[in-house]
């Protein structure tokens, strides 16, 4: 009757024997490629740094007058821009400037390197299906797998730093940019492909006059997600070693420390908004030819 | 302005489905569409079409939906690849050509009017009707001189900066049209153009149409259901129906000869006044006929000829040609006959 009341499973020493082979052959990966993947990586931890040493060394009105002008540029719209400039000055008050530039120089590296990889793949899985059905059960697992579950072989690998911290946030954010700019190209209407078809156009041509363009506001979708998610893994770089708000954050939960986490969990929701809200006014301004219909 | 070219249409057919080339001969021994579809689970889309469009002139393909008329017309410009057959336009065969020699071909031959007008809704009227310019490469400023040219020509000055959303559907259409007469291509292919359209727009974009085309001289071949269309726009008319070509001739064949009770039905609804011309109708000269002093043009409406006969007070009027010499005698009463069917 045990075989009923008790899963038939594998042999315990088997299982044991399996893991540790796995876990030693990766660590003989680890010792023998650790290095030639962090010199491959050194451009990105260079970006990094100057991205940081940029935000943290200017002047703060400098930096205070850019994010402005930037939130002014991408949503003309002042009560955005009156918005993102209260926030940042309570932040600053508060004693969190410096945390929050480094947050955001990170969160910036991020969002560019996820769309620089995340568009073309994007575009890939729109043009050949099999692409696709190759990308989609990855960007599932890059989705639901516990972060701290890919923390470790990247940890084994580059120690901790600002380059692990990075591509663990990368693995999190890029998914939606990928998927929606998938979406949105397979979304653009069949009719103006034909179009493009019939006067000629060659593939690049259509995808950079007509595919593009018409996908722009789900890409702009995406990015906004891809925003949004970043933000949401800086208390988890931070257990790595990415410095920032997270640092603080996880101070206070292990040291019980209410109010410190409270405000600096505040600083990240304030930046969050900011982001969101200056992204989506600048996807519905390029979009603003959709608006005026003909009555 | 690009001289005109013919197209001619050798024993094309279309079948969709999986497998389409072995059902080729089936369908040239003789099965149906019906079977065709019941056997093989394949669709018969064009069977066996032989067309010669002349150069410069408007041929309109007429037929129901599911007729085959909009599969055709796409192979034209080879946006759908035929199953068998050849497209000559010009001699050079559109279904041999390879990828590059087609995106050429497309390019600089044809220009294309759409049903849904697939107008770029983030371009403007005047870089929507560049866009053809653009993807051959055209600079900016040739460009922008060519599509004002025609922006202008299709009436929309003073809109170039609107974008599509703004206009009304005959005005996007013009935009439609704009876009393809810029390309200065010698064929001009329209699928159902003015079918989206509003009855009064519908026959306001006819004329426009028709009168762009004395100056333009193009081929043009023009996709419609609608009957009317038809006979006003077309030089000569092909039926569609089933895939197959059912008639072939010009607007006073399809409507004095009826090939049969399917294109008779039709024909039945059709204001034959507008379309019948005094030469079909008159009766030819014997030497004792007097000739009536007014006259009218061979190529007269019938319509016409009777506002002629009402303006005058007269009864009987003469048919006359080009250099003025009589071809025959109609009356009121004959009109009257051939406006009811009786020619």
């Given at each position: 009757m045990e075989f009923l009341s008790k899963f038939p499973q594998m042999d315990d020493a088997l299982l044991r024997d399996l893991k540790k082979a796995i876990d030693e052959s990766f660590r003989g990966f680890t010792r023998a490629y650790g290095d030639a993947l962090e010199a491959f990586f050194e451009p990105l931890r260079l970006f990094l740094v100057y991205a940081e040493r940029f935000v943290t060394n200017t002047p703060w009105i400098v930096i205070f007058l850019l994010i402005m002008a930037i939130a002014w540029f991408g949503s003309r719209n002042w009560k955005i821009v009156v918005g993102a400039a209260v926030t940042l000055l309570l932040i600053g008050y508060f004693g969190m400037w410096e945390d929050t530039m480094k947050t955001i120089s990170m969160i910036f590296v991020c969002t560019v390197i996820s769309i620089a990889i995340g568009i073309p793949l994007g575009i890939a899985m729109a043009r050949w299906n099999r692409m696709q059905a190759i990308i989609n059960p990855v960007l599932d697992v890059m989705q639901t797998m516990p972060s701290f579950v890919y923390l470790i072989p990247v940890v084994m690998l580059l120690g901790i730093g600002k380059v692990p911290g990075l591509i663990a946030v990368v693995i999190y954010a890029m998914p939606p940019i990928i998927r929606l700019t998938n979406l949105g190209i397979r979304l653009v209407d069949a009719d103006m492909l034909e179009?493009?078809?019939?006067?000629?156009?060659?593939?690049?041509?259509?995808?950079?006059?007509?595919?593009?363009?018409?996908?722009?506001?789900?890409?702009?979708?995406?990015?906004?997600?891809?925003?949004?998610?970043?933000?949401?893994?800086?208390?988890?770089?931070?257990?790595?070693?990415?410095?920032?708000?997270?640092?603080?954050?996880?101070?206070?939960?292990?040291?019980?420390?209410?109010?410190?986490?409270?405000?600096?969990?505040?600083?990240?929701?304030?930046?969050?908004?900011?982001?969101?809200?200056?992204?989506?006014?600048?996807g519905k301004r390029l979009q603003k030819h959709t608006e005026v219909v003909h009555g | 302005?690009?001289?005109?070219?013919?197209?001619?249409?050798?024993?094309?057919?279309?079948?969709?489905?999986?497998?389409?080339?072995?059902?080729?001969?089936?369908?040239?021994?003789?099965?149906?569409?019906?079977?065709?579809?019941?056997?093989?689970?394949?669709?018969?889309?064009?069977?066996?079409?032989?067309?010669?469009?002349?150069?410069?002139?408007?041929?309109?393909?007429?037929?129901?939906?599911?007729?085959?008329?909009?599969?055709?017309?796409?192979?034209?410009?080879?946006?759908?690849?035929?199953?068998?057959?050849?497209?000559?336009?010009g001699g050079d065969d559109v279904?041999?050509?390879?990828?590059?020699?087609?995106?050429?071909?497309?390019?600089?031959?044809?220009?294309?009017?759409?049903?849904?007008?697939?107008?770029?809704?983030?371009?403007?009227?005047?870089?929507?009707?560049?866009?053809?310019?653009?993807?051959?490469?055209?600079?900016?400023?040739?460009?922008?001189?060519?599509?004002m040219r025609w922006i202008e020509r299709v009436g929309l000055k003073g809109f170039e900066k609107k974008y599509p959303n703004q206009l009304s559907g005959g005005m996007q259409q013009r935009v439609g049209l704009a876009r393809a007469l810029s390309n200065d291509a010698p064929i001009l292919l329209m699928d159902e153009a003015f079918s989206a359209l509003d009855p009064l727009i519908r026959v306001d974009m006819q004329s426009v149409l028709l009168d762009l085309q004395k100056e333009i001289r193009k081929t043009i071949v023009f996709i419609t259901h609608d009957l009317d269309e038809a006979l006003r726009l077309g030089d000569s008319i092909a039926i569609l129906r089933d895939g197959e070509i059912i008639q072939m001739?010009?607007?006073?064949?399809?409507?004095?000869?009826?090939?049969?009770?399917?294109?008779?039905?039709?024909?039945?609804?059709?204001?034959?006044?507008?379309?019948?011309?005094?030469?079909?109708?008159?009766?030819?000269?014997?030497?004792?006929?007097?000739?009536?002093?007014?006259?009218?043009?061979?190529?007269?409406?019938?319509?016409?000829?009777?506002?002629?006969?009402?303006?005058?007070?007269?009864?009987?009027?003469?048919?006359?040609?080009?250099?003025?010499?009589?071809?025959?005698?109609?009356d009121s009463a004959t009109i009257v006959a051939a406006l009811v069917g009786g020619v």
């Open positions: 179009a493009a078809d019939a006067f000629g156009s060659n593939g690049w041509q259509k995808l950079t006059k007509v595919q593009l363009p018409l996908a722009l506001p789900t890409i702009m979708a995406g990015i906004n997600q891809t925003i949004m998610m970043a933000l949401a893994m800086v208390v988890i770089a931070s257990m790595i070693g990415v410095q920032g708000l997270g640092q603080p954050v996880l101070r206070a939960i292990s040291n019980q420390y209410f109010t410190l986490g409270v405000f600096n969990g505040f600083a990240i929701v304030g930046i969050a908004i900011i982001f969101d809200r200056v992204s989506q006014a600048f | 302005m690009a001289e005109p070219i013919g197209i001619q249409i050798r024993n094309l057919y279309k079948i969709f489905g999986p497998d389409a080339a072995a059902l080729i001969e089936k369908v040239r021994t003789g099965t149906t569409k019906t079977e065709l579809n019941e056997k093989y689970g394949a669709v018969l889309g064009l069977n066996n079409i032989n067309m010669d469009m002349a150069a410069g002139q408007i041929q309109v393909i007429m037929g129901l939906s599911g007729s085959g008329k909009s599969t055709l017309i796409r192979h034209i410009n080879r946006l759908i690849d035929p199953t068998a057959g050849e497209v000559l336009v279904v041999k050509m390879s990828p590059e020699a087609l995106r050429e071909f497309r390019r600089h031959k044809t220009a294309m009017v759409f049903q849904k007008f697939a107008l770029l809704p983030n371009r403007t009227v005047l870089e929507n009707t560049g866009y053809g310019l653009e993807v051959q490469g055209v600079p900016r400023e040739k460009r922008i001189e060519t599509s001739g010009s607007s006073q064949d399809i409507v004095l000869k009826p090939a049969n009770d399917y294109i008779a039905n039709f024909v039945r609804e059709v204001n034959r006044g507008r379309v019948i011309h005094v030469e079909k109708a008159m009766s030819p000269l014997r030497a004792d006929t007097a000739l009536p002093a007014a006259s009218v043009a061979a190529g007269t409406s019938l319509d016409d000829a009777m506002k002629h006969l009402v303006a005058r007070g007269a009864d009987r009027l003469t048919v006359t040609d080009g250099q003025n010499r009589p071809l025959g005698v109609i």
